[in-house]
Every structure is written in structure tokens, then in C-alpha cells.
């Protein structure tokens, strides 16, 4: 059975930099992952798969499959945007990432500054509001 949990939080909260962390520590254990993130807003070829973008950082970081979706494009070159669930229907990975779909009913690492709120839907394995051990949200993703 496949394992799937979302990483979601406000812009610039931390969400790539804990995917990087986590993704070697799940192929060290075996896993295949696969890592998807949803954009909001149009999206073009130049923001993908070079230095400084997300998706450049989950392949560095050992993911086996990068899935990038938003209005107009999906990364793979397919030129519409997917619902989650198909995405989920055609991945072989053992455990899939998702960075953001706030509102499906996906399992959830929120991740917060100090104070702030977020409202999602599914269930919350963890909030992050501050320092982290990657290691403990490993398990919290294998065992949940």
C-alpha cells in the first residue's frame, strides 16, 4: 500500500528545504519516493529542472519520480493540470510527497511560523513550527 502525506505551508516556510532532509533518509530505508507539488499559477519551462527551482531539488535530493503541476502545465511536458488523485493512480512509488493541495484529504506535515494558523483538510501527522529532527517525521510518515 502506497503512503501518501502532505507537506504544506505559507511561501518560504520550509517545505522543500524538510523534503530535501527526508527524501535521502526514506531512500536509505529502501523506499522509492515520489515527490509532487502543486503551483498555484501559470507556470512555463523555465520553472523546472535547473539550480534553484523545487523540482531541480527533489531529483538532488534522490527522488525517483518529480511531478510538477499548476493551470496550463504539468512537468513531463503534458500541458494540463492533473487532480491529485490521478497523479496518485499512475505513480509505482512506495511512499509519494506532496507539496501543497492544502484542501485534498491527504495526510498532512503543516509546517508554520510561531503563532500562525492554517486550515487544511485531512489529517495532521505533525506541525513544524520551528527547529525539527528529520528523523522523527520519517517515522511518522512510515508509521501513519
Not at 531541480?56 to 512537468?75: M, R
Amino acid at each position: 500500500m502506497t503512503i501518501v502525506v502532505s507537506i504544506v505551508g505559507t511561501s518560504k516556510s520550509g517545505k522543500t528545504l524538510l523534503l530535501s532532509r527526508i527524501i535521502p533518509l526514506l531512500k536509505d530505508r529502501g523506499y522509492t519516493v515520489c515527490v509532487i507539488k502543486h503551483a498555484g499559477h501559470l507556470l512555463s519551462f523555465r520553472d523546472f529542472d535547473h539550480k534553484g527551482k523545487d523540482t531541480f531539488t527533489f531529483s538532488e535530493a534522490g527522488a525517483d519520480e518529480v511531478w510538477l503541476t499548476s493551470p496550463g502545465l504539468t512537468y513531463h511536458l503534458t500541458h494540463e493540470e492533473f487532480a491529485l488523485e490521478e497523479i496518485l493512480a499512475s505513480s509505482r512509488a512506495d511512499i509519494i510527497l506532496v507539496e501543497g493541495f492544502k484542501s485534498v484529504p491527504t495526510k498532512k506535515i503543516v509546517i508554520t511560523t510561531p503563532g500562525e494558523s492554517l486550515s487544511v483538510s485531512g489529517t495532521v501527522l505533525a506541525t513544524v513550527d520551528g527547529e525539527y529532527i528529520p528523523e522523527d517525521i520519517v517515522e511518522k510518515i512510515i508509521h501513519s
